[in-house]
Nanobody, 127 residues
Framework: LQLVESGGGSVQPGGSLRLSCAAS????????IGWFRQAPGKEREGVSC????????RYAGSLKGRFTIFRDNAENTVYLQMNNLKPEDTAVYYC?????????????????????WGQGTQVTVSS
């Protein structure tokens, strides 16, 4: 049972990346999913959280409009589409899944003891 992130890399400012968070051994549709990031020397922060029941989702205020979280049930994967990337988006991005946390509680708990955490994927935005 695990989450595996992929899709990180290096891009220039203004570029786009799509991160993937694939689950194995359990169905993501039953869970609240969160994307988090940690930049060098900074605390981990919530990026976006989502739960399919009710279509609830939440974004960090500064990211709304540039980042989009969505799910592919057939692939049992949650994605984070990141557009118009900026140097300050440089960080290690993590996904997490929890059966019981609400969307708001999850995004407010970037160090939460969730059921599953992925290993992280590096995103670097520089010219």
């Amino acid at each position: 049972l695990q989450l595996v992130e992929s899709g990180g890399g290096s891009v220039q400012p203004g570029g786009s990346l799509r991160l993937s968070c694939a689950a194995s051994g359990f169905t993501l549709d039953d869970y609240t999913i969160g994307w988090f990031r940690q930049a060098p020397g900074k605390e981990r922060e919530g990026v976006s959280c989502y739960r399919s029941g009710g279509g609830l989702m939440r974004y960090a205020g500064s990211l709304k409009g540039r980042f989009t979280i969505f799910r592919d049930n057939a692939e049992n994967t949650v994605y984070l589409q990141m557009n118009n990337l900026k140097p300050e988006d440089t960080a290690v991005y993590y996904c997490a899944a929890d059966l019981h946390f609400t969307v708001n509680a999850m995004c407010d708990s970037p160090k939460g003891e969730f059921d599953y955490w992925g290993q992280g994927t590096q995103v670097t935005v520089s010219s």
